[in-house]
């Protein structure tokens, strides 16, 4: 294979999607660190194998997170790629961006890195992929001065993310990026320098359609959701089956408790409050015809994780229903019990659930100070191994 | 909540010395002093530049070369 | 020195006027063909929303291209969504055409909404991280070829989220999707000796292993440690922990497939996806034999699947047997679970299809 040649990548340039074998390729011809990232990528299609090693201690001074330290394993062969450091850039609440800061940014990457990023991370933050040792304090110097700073990782508060919320969706019943907002600028010593036994994520959905899969990757999990019924508009949902839905086939019959019965005489949507568990099914698929009620709050879910250590667990209900207005004190102060107790029982590299499990959510409850309701469990335990103290 | 001490900043420093790293946790209960405070300490110390972060899976602090 | 500290930009400042005007004020919603929303605010307002797939690991240029239609367009303002998709947001009706014409002349598909098969959210691969089994942005791009009518389209009976994770890290977190694409180890870690005495704990090296595997070497004159293979299930905590245990594998490392989760309360809880094919070998640059498996399922379920029927709702109503009937996938050993919470999948009825 000629010097600079990539036949196996340049497969990946065929089709309609997008390619991202394409997007390092207009950095390449101007950037010898994205030149060599291609030259590395091109060898670990050829080997099967991954060319990069375990990160080194990098960092910015005064922080001990937001830095991921790279290096390749064929640094002779590629040495503009030889130290590849990542920077996460903590995104604005929605990934909302006007263009001007987005210019800025592109800049100063182009400036002091590859020219490569991810928009976005997994976990929400914008990465800037590869760049040297020396770069990553001037780099982060220019960014502050744009008014941007970096997110999490290690074993510090990760990067706080959401769905779009009441910036652009009806069903919203809580202000999703002002928490995200609020809570970040609560907690950027958290976030900036790790002192935990392991991670700790929070992400916020504005409502159990859980755009942001909150559940299933937050230790911290808070869902929007309301107290009192639908707000149903019977004209809208008579328009609705006059254009010809199926409703009690998509609608009516869907419902997972029963909580609606369509009554063809009168021509109504009747709804008993008293069963719906606030799934969304109905407002979903009738969006003109029914919203979400008016006493809105949170459910706060807690220990959603991947699989590592012990298997992947979904976030499990705390608290049913929790108010949610600024300076959102209730939250924060949970949130500094969690993670004090945590930080004092937790073994390296628990997660939060991790450690539940291991001493069980009966304790936990008792030292965080909050009262076991039905609302936690499925159904209480069959088994009859209690420890009556 | 007290403030941080020159005090406590040499005692973390004192302690950072005995070892090759250490956890926020185990440098608050090995010097008795209260975690929230060293915790401060801590990261006063890491913007002075006097220690720095590293990560093994999980992360800890040392003092810098 | 830089300042610290300052915290991310208020989205405050980000938000275009009709949005700031309109904020949480949002009445109700239409999806006006695939990709194009309209939200319709209390106060009349509308706000059309143009959505655009995107590969996610960009250059500076592309998002320089994305600015340049949002200046146009967009009075300088746009958004990214969770699934890494680019969204041109406009009060005026009349630029959406604009702007799709834009993407039509930078190759960028319109879509991802309604009942489609939206971005695949996926992780670093070989790309970036040391830890991957395989790579993620080779795969995605691979698949969302075969699938892209899917994306640009809503003709599925709901939609179908799919990620890929390059280890069982899972920095993706993709155990809740309809599909999942994660990268596995075949091969216990081979240990470098001389490196685990220069850059490894020994006892934090034996405390992260989940199934007790590794224990000290019993030559007491090296200061290292000796895995028991049969013990190993190629999870790589170790080597998280360790750098001189790498698990990477040419030969033995490939991807596994899982199907059937979901994150949405909508209609029936949360669930996780499910193994349905427990290893396929790295076959870069296109990894055929995935592609294929992907295609199949999700052609099998548009088949069959009942109108707002999620991929997991649908396996739960005709049950996994049918499942792997229909889709000619092999049932085998090691889709029974054997570890921590095994028997919770065992079935203790005597109801079941053939
Ligand atoms: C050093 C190698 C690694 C690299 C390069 C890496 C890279 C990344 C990146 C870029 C993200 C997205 C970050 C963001 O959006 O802020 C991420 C998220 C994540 N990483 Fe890693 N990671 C690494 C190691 C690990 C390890 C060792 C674990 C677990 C033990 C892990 C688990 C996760 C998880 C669970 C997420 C977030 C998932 C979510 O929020 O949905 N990563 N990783
Ligand atoms: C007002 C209407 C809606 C808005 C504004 C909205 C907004 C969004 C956005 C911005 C995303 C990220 C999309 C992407 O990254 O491509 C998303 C994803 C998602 N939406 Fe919606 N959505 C709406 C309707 C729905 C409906 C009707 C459902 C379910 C019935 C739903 C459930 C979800 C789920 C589960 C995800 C993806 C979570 C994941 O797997 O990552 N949304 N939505
Ligand atoms: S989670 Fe709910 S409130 Fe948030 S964007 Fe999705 S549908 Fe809207
Ligand atoms: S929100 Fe869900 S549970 Fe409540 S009435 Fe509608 S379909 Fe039924
Ligand atoms: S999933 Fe695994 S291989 Fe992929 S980026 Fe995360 S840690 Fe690395
Ligand atoms: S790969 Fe996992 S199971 Fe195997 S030795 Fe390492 S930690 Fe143990």
């Not at chain 1, 009806?170 to 809570?183: G, K, M, V």
């Not at chain 3, 909404?113 to 991280?129: A, E, F």
């Not at chain 3, 055929?288 to 088949?303: G, H, M, Q």
């Amino acid at each position: 294979m000629a010097d600079g040649e990539t036949p196996l990548l340049d497969e990946l340039e065929k089709g309609p999607w997008p390619s991202y074998v394409k997007e390092i390729k207009r950095m390449a011809s101007k950037n010898a660190a994205s030149k060599d990232l291609l030259g590395i990528q091109e060898l670990s299609y050829k080997d099967k194998v991954t060319h990069w090693k375990h990160g080194g201690i990098v960092g910015v001074t005064g922080y001990g997170a937001g830095v991921i330290g790279r290096y390749t394993d064929m640094p002779d062969k590629f040495p503009n790629a030889a130290a590849f450091h990542t920077l996460r850039i903590n995104q604005p609440a929605g990934w909302f961006y006007n263009t001007k800061s987005l210019r800025t940014i592109c800049d100063i990457w182009e400036k002091y890195g590859s020219g490569m990023t991810n928009f976005h991370g997994s976990t929400g933050d914008i990465i800037l992929l590869g760049t040297t040792t020396e770069n990553l304090q001037p780099c982060f110097d220019a960014l502050t001065d744009a008014g941007f700073d970096l997110g999490g990782s290690g074993s510090a508060l990760r990067t706080i993310s959401g769905c779009v919320g009441k910036a652009r969706c009806e069903w919203s019943s809580i202000d999703t990026l002002d928490i995200i907002y609020n809570l970040t600028m609560e907690f950027q010593d958290e976030i900036h320098r790790p002192r935990w036994p392991y991670k700790f994520k929070i992400k916020t959905s504005g409502c159990p359609n859980d755009c942001s899969a909150a559940i299933a990757r937050a230790d911290f999990t808070i869902i929007g959701t309301w107290k009192d019924g639908l707000r149903i508009d019977q004209e809208k949902v008579r328009e609705y089956v006059d254009k010809g839905m199926d409703i009690n086939g998509l609608i009516v019959n869907k419902c997972p408790t029963y909580a609606l019965e369509w009554d063809g005489k009168s021509r109504e949507l009747k709804f008993y409050e008293d069963d719906c568990v606030r799934c969304m099914h109905c407002i979903n698929k009738m969006p003109k015809a029914i919203r979400p009620g008016v006493d809105t709050g949170a459910t706060i879910l807690i220990g959603g994780k991947a699989p590592i250590i012990k298997g992947a667990y979904l976030s499990w209900v705390l608290i049913p229903f929790m108010k949610m207005e600024p300076p959102y004190d209730e939250v924060k102060d949970l949130l500094r019990k969690i993670w004090d107790w945590w930080d004092e029982n937790g073994r390296t590299r628990e997660r939060l659930a991790e450690l539940i499990e291991r001493v069980g959510l009966k304790t936990f409850l008792k030292e965080i100070g909050l009262k076991p309701v039905p609302q936690m469990v499925y159904k209480p335990r069959a088994n009859p191994y209690v420890f009556l103290k | 909540m007290a403030e941080v001490t020159e005090e406590l900043k040499q005692k973390v420093i004192d302690y950072l010395k005995t070892v090759t790293k250490a956890k926020n946790k185990e440098v608050a209960r090995e010097i008795g002093e209260d975690k929230h405070l060293v915790d401060k300490a801590i990261a006063e110390l890491g913007k002075e530049g006097k220690i720095e972060y590293l990560y093994l899976g999980a992360s800890f602090i040392k003092l810098k070369e | 020195m830089g300042r610290t500290d300052i915290g991310p930009p208020n989205y405050q400042d980000m938000l275009p006027d009709v949005i700031k005007k309109n904020y949480g004020k949002w009445k109700y919603h239409e999806i006006q063909r695939p990709g194009v929303l309209k939200h319709v605010s209390e106060s009349g307002d509308e706000l059309y929303t143009v959505r655009v797939g995107s590969p996610r690991l960009v250059s500076i240029d592309f998002i320089r291209d994305l600015c340049d239609v949002a200046d146009k367009y967009c009075d300088g303002y746009l958004r990214f969504t969770s699934r890494y998709n680019v969204e041109f947001l406009t009060d005026k009706k009349e630029n959406v055409q604009g702007i799709i014409a834009e993407m039509e002349r930078l190759g960028l598909p319109v879509g991802g909404t309604g009942n489609s098969v939206s971005n695949i959210v996926h992780t670093q691969g070989w790309i970036h991280c040391h830890s991957a089994a395989t790579d993620a942005s080779g795969i995605v791009k691979a698949i969302m070829d075969e699938l892209y009518d899917y994306f640009t389209s809503m003709k599925l009976p709901a939609y179908v989220r799919i990620a890929v994770a390059c280890c069982i890290n899972m920095c993706g977190a993709v155990h809740c999707s309809d599909l999942a694409i994660v990268g596995v180890h075949t091969k216990p870690p081979k240990i470098d000796h001389e490196k685990v005495l220069a850059q490894c704990e020994i006892p934090t090296t034996i405390q992260s292993c989940p199934t007790g595997a590794i224990r000290r070497h019993p030559d007491t004159n090296i200061k290292s440690v000796v895995v028991r293979e049969d013990l190993c299930m190629y999870c790589a905590n170790c080597y998280t922990v360790c750098p001189a245990m790498p698990l990477a594998d040419p030969i033995g490392d490939g991807v596994a497939i899982y199907a059937g989760g979901k994150v949405s309360n909508a209609r029936k809880p949360p669930m996780f996806s499910r193994m349905v094919v427990p290893y396929l070998p790295n076959n870069p640059p296109r990894w055929p034999e995935v592609v294929d498996v992907i295609k199949k399922i999700v052609e099998v379920y548009a088949n069959h699947a009942k109108r707002y029927e999620r991929m997991g709702e649908w396996i739960e109503r005709i049950g996994w047997e049918k499942f792997f009937k229909l889709t000619d996938i092999p049932f085998t050993e090691h889709h029974i679970d054997d570890f921590t919470h095994a028997v919770e999948t065992y079935r203790t009825t005597t109801q079941f299809k053939w």
